[in-house]
């Protein structure tokens, strides 16, 4: 099954080269080549291909609130730059030593790994940058958006899910794996979702039901992965601890909290049902009968 | 010689330690052992006995000035956390692979390099959080200072600086090891005389006099360490390129060139006089003579 949202996809993606194109323009660099290998390496890792489901839960939140898809479309770049970042410095041998991502080589594969570790570092610092740029007029929403992505991104977020899930010692219970998925997954999807309602200038309300279906989707989204995902014996994976039957029960059950959150808001939010209907989708029946464990 | 600023100083190290002490305060996470190694592996380097060269050029400024300390603080601990950060990061085996900075074993020798990695990432992270959370009630001086720090250290300014330092044709023209230099050393201090000067409210003709001594001093401050580290053979180095007496000689004159700035300025900025002293005073006499090369 495929994400039903042409259109906004191909905003993001041509907004996306235009960004690409602008950062050629450093005149004063443009002949150096280790730095023109920089700049490979991060559109490398940006143009791979991946489903962009945070930038379009990004622009369809803004969207079901009726407000500007132009408006978001920074923010939407600067969550896929940190998503992308955090994906090729966990990819570095000194991590997970992955070699290829969505059948393609992984970054250091191709550009050495002190590029990619500088590639990554580089798309951090122009997310905050970009943010900086694009809202710099509307100050209250700058500081928002900002704090709504660097504590999802930071030390007590995302980070934080990492260092966790690379501890031996946790993944022996349900709750465990929860902390982990909700700070390592779960936090920048959330963060999508709240940015988004941030630019529409949502309400008090509004906001918590929407930090609630973030949440609830963001955990969804780590359980369709760890069904996807479970034969990868290193990971920390629900299946590994609850079994394909339970884990899929979870994962419908998580589905409906999502949208339980929207329905109490009230309102039509039809796509967002159907990003978390796009989820549970993605683990197939035929998936699902393939061996049991 | 000593850098001659200790209540500046301790003001800085006792705000640092207030910051460190809250990131302690997040409840969720206290009890899971790898969250606390990780934020031990922030604090480790942060403690880690450094010259505090750019913090305290950023309150200095500010003093000069006649800004307020307290408001700059926060600043200073951003600039110091993504100098911090940049150290981490080149330390590990895949770029510059050194086991000791500042007489101490670096940070991945103690807590292994996927923590060294991530304490990096965080603290990059968290020094844009930490200006989003301490002025966003200043939301011009926000976007400024953002922006400011953040093509410092972005891809056009330290990290492309780290990129073209890798590259083994980049050894061979002055104008090479400028341009290295500039972008390696000399962005993230200029950026803090700037910053500085935002905070206390610089008009235009200051600022673009603050601009040019920042430019001068961080050239003078990569000379002098050159001028220290000369039998670094790995590393680009204007003494291997020029002779260390033509190296001396350019030190003088790029720091001539920086109390040149300040004076075309008009007022009273002694202290910041006494910062490019003390940076070229920190290679003595006593050194340059000690071998001829």
Redesign the interface.
Known sequence: MKLILPNIKLQFEEYLIRWLEE?DS?A??KD????Q???ES?KYSLQNGGKRFRPLLVLQTVKSLKGSIEEALPYALAVEMIHT?SLI?DD????DDDKERRGQPTNHIIFG???A??A???L???A??HI??SY?EK??L??QL??TL??A????GM??G???D??P??INRKEDLN?IHRLKTGALIQASVVGGAWIAGANKKVMNGFKDYGLNLGLAFQIADDLEDHKDLDSKNYVKLLGKKATHDLLKKVSKNACDSLQEIGGSFFELYQLVEFNLNRVSSESLLKDND
Chains 1, 2 share one sequence.
């Open positions: 950062l450093e004063d660099l150096r080549k280790a730095f290998k920089l700049k991060m970042y410095h570095l041998p000194l991590m790994e002190a590029v570790l500088l990554g570092d580089a951090l610092t122009e905050f940058c900086a740029n710099k100050s209250d700058l500081a900002l704090l660097g504590q991104a930071g030390f007590a980070i934080a990492q260092a966790l690379m501890d010692q946790m902390c």
